[in-house]
């Protein structure tokens, strides 16, 4: 992203025209950048509670009250009876960025011998799926998406999510490569694909079977590959053998057509590319989902070639030295909270895991009190008059309104950092361009105010940015060599050290325990799970809980609104006029059924909670499935509700996941 700056003040963001990936554009959100950075609404100075928990009233405090307050608060909770671990630091993707989401604040949370946070929320299902199969999350490059033949997009809505990858595709489109949307929303992605196939939810890991058994009964698969770099050749054989066309049909909802269709080009491709991305992976059977379809270009051999293989995720390539960063050794063993679970974790007394209630929240980069499912337990957990909530922001946000402390935190136009990516191959360095607004300050050095004021005598705890940032830099992992501070400081960016573009699995080289692409899996075999791909159903499906499905007949998507990125830029005005309001979509059968009319308020609930939107009726989904375009600050919904009402705190098969679009509703006129 490059900045102009006109007399210290941001006046325009835009792409960098030579990145090889962005290629010179911004997405519909971050092109609102300067509105964000300079909304009136931005938190200028620290802030105390003064009425009830919860009312939204505060003061402003200097910055030193702030840090005794807090610094006296924890220290008191550490030396107390239920001693550090009563603290519980809660973090996500507000920023990615290394220096402002895992650095100083890993460090201050380790020398306090606070809780540690299980970072589940987005991607661990289907990242423990990939690492099962291929041995880590890495996959195909985007840049040589242009080479593929076949482009399935799979439990992704792209055109929303990560429209840098679109131009590639239409390279490959331009050369005679369908594309096909596997989605049970005809997203504004599969309105432009060449087809959209509206598969039941949660159901994916059966049409991968389903494609395989297709692929085998032709005698489509790479026997040379199959020989040389995977392991369980012959019982995936078996396994998917089971999968006829009628039952993968059966289960998925689709036609047994399409299932042959699909199955016998994508095994005659040569070099087809799937992009499975994080959507698919929030049902009870995620992982598995993903490490199924993982399968699917070793049976073909099509990781041989540019433009083939399976992208869950670049991240695993970008070898950081965390540890240095983080310093896990500053601190003692400790107990681990699940983020997801944080509705339990702050009602229960145990924290529902074991140990002492959490009596401190402190809070940055996430904005869980709408982000988190079973948001009513959310909101009981931060109500709580005894919890101490801290919270670093932006924006007075829901997660905000709960603090007792709310200190005002800086963009990426205001602080350094380095990021990582999950799309492509490239380390990006954030340099501050303006001064921080107000009395801003980074996570970084908010931290390192924290522990100054606790007596944290640690050199570590007073690294400043630029040395965090060498730190990162400073390993000797081979696709990070020549990546450098100054190569970074000169360009923005630079790619890893790895071919353009990058074919990770080309002659195997997984690393999986046996160095092959493991079908057979006796790390799942150890977990109790099955060792071969296999489909888990949802948890609130027909197959598990026909009760339940009874009484809550729809299944509720609530992926993200076009122009929010989940509960970011949600208070943006010009964004947010674009999601119009709190919306939800049904198909004209459903909506019959229920006599909704187009524009009616209809409540969404289940027994976990309900929440209010305006219906629009369209055939762009599939009949069953209700969508939601999330995520809504509640504060700004007319009933202060939002989809995570609905959602659960159960976990996804591998990686402790949310299963947020595994979730079961009625609709009915408010
Ligand atoms: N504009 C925008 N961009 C974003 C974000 C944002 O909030 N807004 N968030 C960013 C983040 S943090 C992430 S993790 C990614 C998420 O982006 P994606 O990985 O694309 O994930 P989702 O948007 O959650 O879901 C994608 C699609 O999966 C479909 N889906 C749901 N269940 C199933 C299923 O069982 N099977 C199949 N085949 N499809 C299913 C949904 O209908 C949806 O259209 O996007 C990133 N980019
Ligand atoms: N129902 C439903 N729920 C979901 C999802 C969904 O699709 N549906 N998506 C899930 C996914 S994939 C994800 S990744 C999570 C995301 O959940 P979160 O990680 O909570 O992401 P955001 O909602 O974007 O909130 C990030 C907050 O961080 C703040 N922030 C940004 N930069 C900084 C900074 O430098 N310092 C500080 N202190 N704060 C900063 C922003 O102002 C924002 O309020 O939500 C999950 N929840
Ligand atoms: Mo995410």
Same mark, same amino acid.
């Given at each position: 992203?490059?900045?102009?700056?006109?007399?210290?003040?941001?006046?325009?963001?835009?792409?960098?025209?030579?990145?090889?990936?962005?290629?010179?554009?911004?997405?519909?959100?971050?092109?609102?950048?300067?509105?964000?950075?300079?909304?009136?609404?931005?938190?200028?100075?620290?802030?105390?509670?003064?009425?009830?928990?919860?009312?939204?009233?505060?003061?402003?405090?200097?910055?030193?009250?702030?840090?005794?307050?807090?610094?006296?608060?924890?220290?008191?909770?550490?030396?107390?009876?239920?001693?550090?671990?009563?603290?519980?630091?809660?973090?996500?993707?507000?920023?990615?960025?290394?220096?402002?989401?895992?650095?100083?604040?890993?460090?201050?949370?380790?020398?306090?011998?606070?809780?540690?946070?299980?970072?589940?929320?987005?991607?661990?299902?289907?990242?423990?799926?990939?690492?099962?199969?291929?041995?880590?999350?890495?996959?195909?490059?985007?840049?040589?998406?242009?080479?593929?033949?076949?482009?399935?997009?799979?439990?992704?809505?792209?055109?929303?999510?990560?429209?840098?990858?679109?131009?590639?595709?239409?390279?490959?489109?331009?050369?005679?490569?369908?594309?096909?949307?596997?989605?049970?929303?005809?997203?504004?992605?599969?309105?432009?694909?060449?087809?959209?196939?509206?598969?039941?939810?949660?159901?994916?890991?059966?049409?991968?079977?389903?494609?395989?058994?297709?692929?085998?009964?032709?005698?489509?698969?790479?026997?040379?590959?199959?020989?040389?770099?995977?392991?369980?050749?012959?019982?995936?054989?078996?396994?998917? !053998?089971?999968?006829? @066309?009628? &039952?993968? =049909?059966?289960?998925? +909802? $689709?036609? /047994?057509? #399409?299932?042959?269709?699909?199955?016998?080009?994508?095994?005659?491709?040569?070099?087809?590319?799937?992009?499975?991305?994080?959507?698919?992976?929030?049902?009870?059977?995620?992982?598995?989902?993903?490490?199924?379809?993982?399968?699917?270009?070793?049976?073909?051999?099509?990781?041989?070639?540019?433009?083939?293989?399976?992208?869950?995720?670049?991240?695993?390539?970008?070898?950081?030295?965390?540890?240095?960063?983080?310093?896990?050794?500053?601190?003692?063993?400790?107990?681990?909270?699940?983020?997801?679970?944080?509705?339990?974790?702050?009602?229960?007394?145990?924290?529902?895991?074991?140990?002492?209630?959490?009596?401190?929240?402190?809070?940055?980069?996430?904005?869980? !009190?709408?982000?988190? @499912?079973? &948001?009513? =337990?959310?909101?009981? +957990? $931060?109500? /709580?008059? #005894?919890?101490?909530?801290?919270?670093?922001?932006?924006?007075?946000?829901?997660?905000?309104?709960?603090?007792?402390?709310?200190?005002?935190?800086?963009?990426?136009?205001?602080?350094?950092?380095?990021?990582?990516?999950?799309?492509?191959?490239?380390?990006?360095?954030?340099?501050?361009?303006?001064?921080?607004?107000?009395?801003?300050?980074?996570?970084?050095?908010?931290?390192?105010?924290?522990?100054?004021?606790?007596?944290?005598?640690?050199?570590?705890?007073?690294?400043?940015?630029?040395?965090?940032?060498?730190?990162?830099?400073?390993?000797?992992?081979?696709?990070?060599?020549?990546?450098?501070?100054?190569?970074?400081?000169?360009?923005?960016?630079?790619?890893?050290?790895?071919?353009? @573009?990058?074919?990770?699995?080309?002659?195997?080289?997984?690393?999986?325990?046996?160095?092959?692409?493991?079908?057979?899996?006796?790390?799942?075999?150890?977990?109790?799970?099955?060792?071969?791909?296999?489909?888990?159903?949802?948890?609130?499906?027909?197959?598990?809980?026909?009760?339940?499905?009874?009484?809550?007949?729809?299944?509720?998507?609530?992926?993200?609104?076009?122009?929010?990125?989940?509960?970011?830029?949600?208070?943006?005005?010009?964004?947010?006029?674009?999601?119009?309001?709190?919306?939800?979509?049904?198909?004209?059968?459903?909506?019959?059924?229920?006599?909704?009319?187009?524009?009616?308020?209809?409540?969404?609930?289940?027994?976990?909670?309900?929440?209010?939107?305006?219906?629009?009726?369209?055939?762009?989904?599939?009949?069953?499935?209700?969508?939601? @375009?999330?995520?809504?600050?509640?504060?700004?919904?007319?009933?202060?509700?939002?989809?995570?009402?609905?959602?659960?705190?159960?976990?996804?098969?591998?990686?402790?996941?949310?299963?947020?679009?595994?979730?079961?509703?009625?609709?009915?006129?408010?």
């Amino acid at each position: 992203m490059l900045v102009t700056v006109e007399d210290g003040r941001a006046v325009r963001v835009a792409g960098d025209p030579d990145h090889p990936f962005t290629n010179g554009f911004l997405c519909a959100k971050v092109n609102r950048y300067i509105e964000r950075t300079y909304h009136p609404d931005r938190l200028t100075q620290p802030l105390r509670r003064v009425g009830p928990k919860g009312s939204g009233t505060f003061a402003p405090i200097s910055w030193d009250d702030a840090l005794d307050e807090i610094a006296s608060r924890l220290g008191d909770i550490a030396s107390s009876p239920h001693g550090p671990q009563a603290i519980l630091p809660y973090s996500y993707a507000g920023t990615m960025g290394l220096v402002q989401g895992s650095s100083m604040d890993h460090r201050f949370f380790h020398l306090l011998g606070a809780s540690k946070l299980d970072r589940t929320i987005c991607s661990m299902a289907g990242t423990v799926g990939m690492r099962m199969t291929v041995g880590a999350n890495i996959g195909a490059d985007s840049e040589g998406v242009p080479e593929s033949d076949l482009i399935l997009l799979w439990g992704t809505n792209t055109l929303t999510a990560n429209p840098h990858l679109w131009p590639f595709i239409l390279k490959a489109r331009e050369r005679g490569a369908p594309i096909i949307c596997i989605d049970p929303l005809r997203t504004r992605t599969a309105l432009q694909c060449d087809e959209w196939l509206p598969i039941r939810p949660g159901t994916d890991a059966a049409l991968a079977l389903g494609l395989m058994h297709v692929v085998f009964a032709r005698g489509l698969e790479d026997r040379d590959y199959l020989e040389q770099y995977t392991l369980g050749h012959e019982d995936l054989r078996a396994r998917a !053998a089971e999968w006829t @066309p009628e &039952r993968t =049909a059966a289960v998925t +909802g $689709l036609s /047994r057509h #399409d299932v042959e269709s699909l199955g016998e080009r994508y095994g005659r491709a040569k070099a087809a590319f799937i992009r499975v991305n994080y959507g698919l992976q929030r049902h009870a059977g995620g992982g598995m989902a993903v490490r199924t379809i993982a399968c699917l270009p070793a049976v073909t051999g099509h990781w041989r070639r540019a433009g083939g293989g399976v992208q869950l995720s670049t991240s695993a390539n970008f070898q950081f030295n965390k540890r240095a960063l983080e310093r896990p050794d500053l601190g003692p063993d400790v107990r681990t909270i699940n983020m997801i679970r944080l509705g339990e974790a702050l009602t229960m007394d145990d924290a529902g895991v074991g140990g002492p209630p959490v009596k401190a929240l402190v809070v940055y980069n996430s904005n869980p !009190a709408a982000v988190a @499912p079973d &948001r009513n =337990a959310v909101l009981r +957990g $931060l109500a /709580r008059e #005894d919890l101490f909530t801290v919270v670093l922001e932006h924006f007075q946000t829901d997660t905000a309104d709960w603090a007792d402390i709310v200190l005002p935190a800086t963009t990426q136009l205001e602080h350094w950092d380095v990021h990582f990516a999950y799309g492509h191959h490239y380390v990006t360095l954030n340099q501050p361009s303006i001064t921080p607004i107000g009395e801003a300050k980074p996570n970084s050095e908010i931290f390192r105010l924290i522990a100054a004021r606790m007596g944290m005598a640690q050199p570590a705890m007073r690294d400043d940015d630029v040395t965090l940032i060498r730190q990162a830099l400073d390993t000797q992992a081979s696709k990070l060599q020549g990546v450098t501070f100054d190569g970074l400081l000169e360009r923005g960016w630079m790619r890893l050290n790895v071919p353009t @573009p990058y074919l990770p699995y080309a002659n195997g080289e997984f690393t999986t325990p046996s160095g092959k692409c493991e079908f057979r899996s006796a790390r799942l075999e150890e977990m109790g799970l099955d060792p071969l791909p296999t489909y888990i159903p949802p948890y609130e499906s027909p197959e598990r809980d026909p009760d339940l499905v009874a009484r809550y007949p729809l299944t509720l998507i609530s992926s993200p609104a076009h122009t929010f990125l989940n509960t970011t830029f949600v208070n943006v005005t010009s964004l947010r006029r674009q999601a119009r309001e709190p919306e939800v979509l049904l198909h004209p059968a459903d909506a019959e059924r229920r006599a909704i009319a187009a524009g009616a308020m209809v409540t969404v609930r289940n027994d976990r909670g309900a929440f209010l939107a305006r219906a629009r009726v369209e055939p762009s989904l599939r009949e069953g499935v209700i969508w939601a @375009p999330s995520i809504w600050w509640g504060k700004l919904a007319g009933d202060g509700a939002n989809a995570n009402q609905t959602t659960s705190q159960r976990e996804t098969d591998l990686g402790h996941g949310p299963v947020f679009y595994d979730n079961q509703v009625e609709v009915e006129m408010a």
